[in-house]
């Protein structure tokens, strides 16, 4: 149901799909969508969470090498592995969750930081190691950073695919990233 109603929400619209058309394009009778949704807004949050569960689910599994940048390159390889797999989910999650009503947009909001939160544990590991050299806000502003420079796959698309494969951008990234963190990347 969840890759049905992003295929259509990318395609027309989150306003102009129609329940019917999500559970036809999910193979559902609408009376059996209706035994799992109440309304379209409902499909949309859980486009949302699916996402942030994903997340979540892939970056926990990860062997620890707490503290490490070599730890925190893995992570980010990670996540943006799973932006490429979830290009379309992450373009409807951003496009249309305003449509939320405010309950499930600051529930999808607050899943939003707890992603980045993954992010800033791990930096916060590194920067307690000695590994980078980053204060407590510093950390917090990287972590954003990270998950945003991830989510730029998914955004740019259009543009980045022509010139580049998902490893030319992991790599380019996380060497920007770096760069940033350990003070080699010049001022301004």
Not at 22 to 38: N, P, Q, V
């Amino acid at each position: 149901m969840i890759h049905g109603a992003v295929a259509l929400f990318k395609e027309k619209g989150f306003h102009r799909t129609t329940t019917r058309e999500i559970a036809k394009e999910a193979g559902f009778s609408i009376g059996t969508l209706y035994e799992y949704i109440r309304t379209k807004e409902d499909i949309l949050y859980l486009v949302c969470d699916s996402i942030y569960d994903q997340v979540q689910e892939r970056l926990s599994a990860l062997p620890t090498q707490e503290g490490t940048l070599h730890g925190l390159k893995i992570a980010i390889r990670h996540y943006y592995l799973l932006v490429d797999e979830m290009q379309d989910e992450f373009i409807v999650m951003y496009q249309e969750s305003k449509s939320l009503p405010r309950e499930e947009l600051n529930y999808v909001l607050n899943k939003e930081l707890e992603m980045v939160s993954i992010f800033e544990n791990i930096l916060h590991k590194c920067r307690i190691s000695g590994e980078c050299q980053l204060s407590q806000e510093e950390v917090r502003m990287s972590s954003h950073h990270l998950v945003v420079q991830g989510q730029m796959w998914a955004f740019r698309r259009w543009a980045l695919h022509r010139d580049m494969k998902i490893e030319d951008f992991i790599e380019q990234q996380t060497t920007f990233f770096l760069q940033g963190i350990q003070g080699n990347g010049g001022t301004l």
